[in-house]
Antibody, heavy 118, light 109 residues
Framework: QVQLQESGPQLVNPSGTLSLTCGVS??????????WSWVRQPPGKGLEWIGE???????NYIPSLKSRVTISVDKSKNSFSLRLTSVTAADTAVYYC??????????WGQGTLVTVSS | IVLTQSPGTLSLSPGERATLSCRAS???????LAWYQQKPGQAPRLLIY???SRATGIPDRFSGSGSGTDFTLTIARLEPEDFAVYYC???????????FGQGTKLEIK
């Protein structure tokens, strides 16, 4: 059974950088078959996919965030990370890490609320 | 491609049948359409993938159907634990990315 756990600061200053890590157990982050995504959900709103990464491929990002987002893999820690720069209050959301399966999002972390505020 | 879910809120009683709609602005490949359930304070859970395939552990009262631009999630007989928000999701292959509908809230009448 695949389990994912988000970690990182829950409060980020405006114009700062949001950094989260997702620890993976029950699967290898180095698998050629698996893609790993980040999805966010502003309070009281819907879901927004941010981007994905695979060990052997270039990451894919949603166009609206592409200039500010980086997703990377740490094979030594079996984890992957999200970095979002120049954040504003609009980036306040619950951030989920997810294991993709073909064309859908199969295994989800519990999510972590990140608030952008001074 | 934009996904529009209807209704925004659906009020039904346990034991009733629920029909949730997801309409796409352009034709969608059936393999690329999925449904999720989200309860308050929880992560979304995959229910249906490839339009009509149930995910592991999903009861058979949940079913998905549709093609082209119109897709439906049906819950045959509502159980108390089914009251939640439901999202449809589409995969786009060029460039690769995922989009969601705005959600349908299924509430107890």
């Amino acid at each position: 059974q695949v389990q994912l756990q988000e970690s990182g600061p829950q409060l980020v200053n405006p114009s700062g950088t949001l950094s989260l890590t997702c620890g993976v157990s029950g699967a290898s982050i180095s698998s050629n078959n698996d893609w790993w995504s980040w999805v966010r959900q502003p309070p009281g709103k819907g879901l927004e996919w941010i981007g994905e990464i695979n060990r052997g491929e270039s990451p894919n990002y949603i166009p609206s965030l592409k200039s500010r987002v980086t997703i990377s893999v740490d094979k030594s820690k079996n984890s992957f990370s999200l970095r979002l720069t120049s954040v504003t209050a609009a980036d306040t959301a619950v951030y989920y890490c997810v294991r993709n399966s073909l064309f859908y999002l199969e295994d989800w972390g519990q999510g972590t609320l990140v608030t952008v505020s001074s | 491609i934009v996904l529009t879910q209807s209704p925004g809120t659906l009020s039904l009683s346990p034991g009733e049948r629920a029909t949730l709609s997801c309409r796409a602005s352009q034709s969608v490949t059936s393999s690329y359409l999925a449904w999720y359930q989200q309860k308050p304070g929880q992560a979304p859970r995959l229910l249906i993938y490839a339009t009509s395939s149930r995910a592991t552990g999903i009861p058979d009262r949940f079913s998905g159907s549709g093609s082209g631009t119109d897709f439906t999630l049906t819950i045959a007989r509502l159980e108390p634990e089914d009251f939640a928000v439901y999202y449809c999701q589409q995969y786009h292959d060029s460039p690769p990315h995922y989009t969601f509908g705005q959600g349908t809230k299924l509430e107890i009448k």
